[in-house]
């Protein structure tokens, strides 16, 4: 077949399990258009340098009515073309729908030129790593742009649009690095390259899950607890500067003296605030409303203690109140 | 313009290039010859400013530095929304439509004259104003003119989509012209079915014309006011789907099958060099009408792996697979009518098979973009963007060709020079596919649509396909040029040179102001 030979010209090589869903329908229509084609401006070329006007030809020749076999041919001919592209690249279409039951989950927040891949565990990275034969399951969405998520390599294209929550899965086959293109018109995105999926071996993905699952390793307690603070959703409610939103601002909480709802003043302790964060309803301050969600099951001893670290560090009295009365 | 040769048949009754010819006498005028003239000097217009903005990602494409992304961006937008806009949608019914309706069916004008001129003028002062926001603060969100990019979009983005509403305007006006004068001019005892294709192509395509000139027309202004206030139907609390579907519901139709009346014309043209009538004429007008229907009911299949559901895909693509039954039959039927004819072999002959050649691939592309794996896949990416540049490049261009090359004696009653035409046509034939085969190749390796060579990994490609539209330029230039110099010439043409039998070969060349009397 023509072209057959350069069939490698076209697409990235295999990087993960759709490959062949979207290759192989892709090359089967290919076979049969380059036919096809070659088949019809062959014989439209063919008849102009046949059919030239000779000398003794009439002024016009008789008109003919179509055969009716020809035409008939050309219609179920249609038909089963139709039917074959489509059916060809349904199973591919619908297996790529359908995530297997217990892939890795990583939620995706998209903005111009950003993105957050926040993992199972919590962790929120930049670019996606994955392990080689992992499905990996994608629910995203886009704070600003529509935009796409398209990894040529891993034959996933999917849109991300501001109000929908969109879906994708792959599953590696090969270690590598797979560039995220977004399509989008924006300076942000220029190269259309704004991210890259990392495809680790098992053995390594599995080190360095370990190494950012564990948030203490190299970072002080105070330290930690700035962490949590951005990546447990708090500042959405708190600030750290003084103005308050939703919730009081965390400056000068701790070894502070609060009014609560109840009429009670409450010192903010080590044992104050981790009430506050386990059961935040429990005592409400004054003026707030009890919409904090309570952490009991999410945030453990050790981060509390981390979270209280840092909240020292940003009030007045973080060395002298509290601590005492204890 | 006015020395026509003086034959005493034209002394008597006076050509439509013959009469007062100052500018004022031409935009004042109500002929559709003339206001056809006019369309081709405004689309052609506007088709070599695209052409010149598209140089621009050419560049850029093999390596070209110091090109900011936002001017990138903006001469991407206002390339694509020209070809698309000023000239893929109005070339054909402008151009071929307003010469030759009346002149294929017997009238002496159009239904409303009136209308015919404010089609013009609607369309100019669209293109005025897109290109007055380009000169000012150009648009960069892309041609498709996505909700939230856009209301982003610091440009002039309000006039711009004014303009899109005048052009909108422009194509309703066109539609329901060619409609009504289809139904009530045609000559005594021409029934539908005694139309020549051309004619049935453009009064297909009028419907076409009407739904999406509307829609587009009001979605525009829709626009406008969400851009100026960022709320409403398209604000930023919009779901982004929203103008998509919108969008492509107006667009898709008239972009992807002005291949309807392009059909037309080169039947037409076959039929006529090869002296033979259109095997299977009534089988040729159902595949055209089955087309029609199809380029509405498929629409979405535009807004594949573009964030259609995957319902709505299996949906759109079973749907617009259906148009390879008409397509079929349109190939048979053109094959059965060279079959054992008499081709006198000229350039319009090689655009034809250009026709064939380019047309063909645009369909067949449908394929692969209809197969649901690979159309998500593939929906996003150039491989679909160069679908649309094999519609906008290849086919209706080569059928625009064909027919120019066919009836220019008819409309200027000059001949052209075969040979240089051939050159040009080969040039442009073997330029374009050059340029576009790597196109599509990049786009199966995931370079995004309509961000022409922004990838590094397929330079090689991008080399290749700047060569390409070197060629085709260069074909375009001189395909032009040997039609232009013959209105300066004064070569007369015959009055019927391909032995033709349809009406508009029965009036003199170039055609007198009021055509038969």
Redesign the interface.
């Known amino acids: 077949m023509i072209g057959s030979a350069n069939l490698s ?4 090589e295999w990087g993960s399990t759709h490959a062949p ?2 290759d192989v ?2 090359f089967d ?2 076979v049969v ?1 380059v036919t ?2 070659i088949l ?2 062959g ?3 063919v ?3 046949t ?4 000398e003794g ?11 009716k076999i ?2 008939g041919l ?2 179920v ?3 089963a ?3 074959f ?2 059916q ?7 297996g ?2 359908v995530a297997p039951y217990g892939a890795f989950e990583v939620s995706v927040t998209a903005r111009e030129g950003v993105w957050d891949f926040t993992y199972p565990d919590g962790h929120v990275a930049d670019t996606l790593r994955v392990a080689v034969g992992q499905p990996v399951h994608l629910t995203m969405t886009s704070q ?3 935009q ?1 998520m ?4 891993l ?3 999917q ?1 991300i ?4 929550t ?1 879906e994708a899965w792959f599953e590696t086959i090969r270690p590598g690095t797979f ?1 995220i ?7 942000a995105t ?4 704004t991210s890259v999926v990392v495809s680790l071996p098992a053995e390594e993905f599995a080190a360095w899950q370990a190494a950012v699952g564990d948030i203490f390793a190299g970072r002080t307690m105070a330290e930690v607890g700035e962490l949590l603070y951005n990546q447990q959703g708090c500042k959405a409610c708190h600030s750290l500067d003084g103005s308050n939103l939703v919730g009081p601002s965390l400056k000068n909480v701790y070894g502070f003296e609060f009014l609560t709802t109840t009429g009670e003043t409450v010192l903010a302790d080590d044992a104050y605030i981790k009430e506050s964060i386990l059961t935040p309803n429990a005592s409400v301050i004054a003026e707030y409303q009890p919409v904090m969600t309570p952490y009991a099951g999410i945030l453990g001893d050790q981060e509390i203690q981390a979270i209280t670290e840092f909240l020292k560090t940003i009030s007045d009295r973080g060395h002298t109140g509290g601590q005492e009365d204890k | 313009m006015h020395n026509v040769s003086q034959s005493a048949a034209e002394q008597v009754r006076r050509s439509f290039l013959g009469g007062p010819d100052g500018v004022s006498e031409w935009f004042q005028s109500l002929d559709h010859k003339r206001i056809s003239l006019m369309f081709l000097a405004w689309t052609a217009g506007a088709f070599l400013l695209a052409m010149i903005l598209a140089i621009m990602p050419l560049v850029k494409a093999v390596g070209g530095r110091g090109l900011s ?2 001017l990138l ?1 903006e001469t ?2 206002y390339q694509r929304l020209l070809h698309v806009v000023a000239w893929l949608v109005p070339a054909i019914p402008g151009i071929i439509g307003f010469f030759l309706l009346p002149l294929q069916i017997g009238a002496s004008n159009m239904a409303f004259p009136t209308l015919s001129r404010c089609s013009l003028r609607f369309y100019v002062v669209g293109l005025v104003l897109m290109l007055g926001s380009l000169a000012t603060y150009p648009v ?3 041609w498709t003119l ?4 856009s209301l ?1 979009d610091p440009g002039a983005f309000g006039v711009l989509m004014v303009g899109l509403f005048f052009m909108g305007l422009s194509w309703f006006l066109t539609g329901v012209n060619f409609i009504v004068t289809v139904h009530h001019k045609r000559r005594e005892g021409m029934g539908f079915f005694d139309m020549p294709l051309t004619a049935w192509g453009l009064y297909l395509y009028s419907y076409l014309l009407v739904l999406s000139g509307l829609i587009f027309g009001i979605i525009a202004l829709y626009m406008a006011a969400s851009w100026v206030t960022t709320e409403g139907l398209f604000g930023w ?1 919009s ?3 929203a103008w998509r579907s919108y969008f492509w519901f107006a667009i898709r139709p008239v972009t992807y099958f002005a291949m309807i009346p392009a059909v037309g014309i080169v039947s037409d043209v076959i039929s006529g060099v ?4 259109s ?2 004429y009534r ?1 040729m007008v159902g595949a055209m009408i089955a087309l029609t229907g199809i380029a509405v009911a498929s629409y979405g299949v535009s807004l594949v ?3 259609l559901s ?1 319902a709505g ?2 949906i759109f ?2 749907l617009s ?2 148009a ?2 008409p ?3 349109i ?6 009518t ?8 000229s350039s319009a ?1 090689v655009f ?2 250009a026709f ?2 380019h047309g ?2 645009a369909s ?1 592309l449908g ?2 973009l ?12 150039m491989f679909a963007s160069a679908q649309l540049d094999y519609i906008i490049w290849g086919g209706v261009s080569s059928a625009l060709m064909a027919g120019l090359h066919y009836w220019w004696p008819k409309m200027m009653g000059r001949k052209y020079s075969d040979d240089v035409a051939r050159i040009g046509a080969v040039l442009y034939v073997v330029g374009l596919n050059l340029a576009l085969v790597p196109r599509l ?1 990049m786009g ?8 022409a060579g ?2 590094d990994s397929s330079l090689r490609l991008a080399e290749v396909s700047s060569f390409g539209w070197l060629c085709v330029y260069f074909g375009l230039a001189v395909i032009a040029g040997n039609l232009l110099v013959t209105i300066w010439g004064d070569e007369a043409a015959e009055e019927n040179p391909w ?1 033709a ?1 349809t009406l508009e070969w029965t009036v003199p060349s170039p055609p007198p102001e009021d055509n038969f009397s």
């Not at chain 2, 060279?338 to 072999?345: A, E, Q």
Request: glycine share 10%; charged share 10%; aromatic share 8%.
């Open positions: 010209a076209w697409f990235p869903d979207v329908p892709f229509i290919y258009t096809i084609l019809t401006v014989l439209a070329v008849f102009t340098r059919f030239t006007r000779k030809d009439p002024e016009q020749m008789p008109a003919v009515g179509t055969n020809l035409l050309g219609v001919g249609a038909i073309l139709a039917g592209a489509f060809t690249g349904l199973s591919g279409f619908v790529q729908r600003d742009i529509s796409n398209s990894i040529p390599d034959r996933v294209n849109t649009m501001p109000g929908h969109t560039p293109r977004t399509g989008a018109f924006s300076a220029y190269d259309s390259m | 992304a936002q961006f991407l937008t960069g969100s892309g996505d909700t939230h990019l982003l609390k779901d982004p789907m090869s002296r033979k009538a095997t299977g089988t792996g573009q964030g995957p895909t299996l693509s079973a697979l259906l390879a039954v397509v079929a039959i190939a048979i039927t053109w094959l059965s060279l079959y054992r004819s008499s081709i006198s072999c002959n034809c098979n064939i050649l063909g691939i067949l394929l692969f209809a197969s649901p794996a690979v159309g998500a896949f593939l929906g996003a990416s190749i199966t390796k995931g370079v995004p649509q309509d961000l922004l990838v032995g039998t």
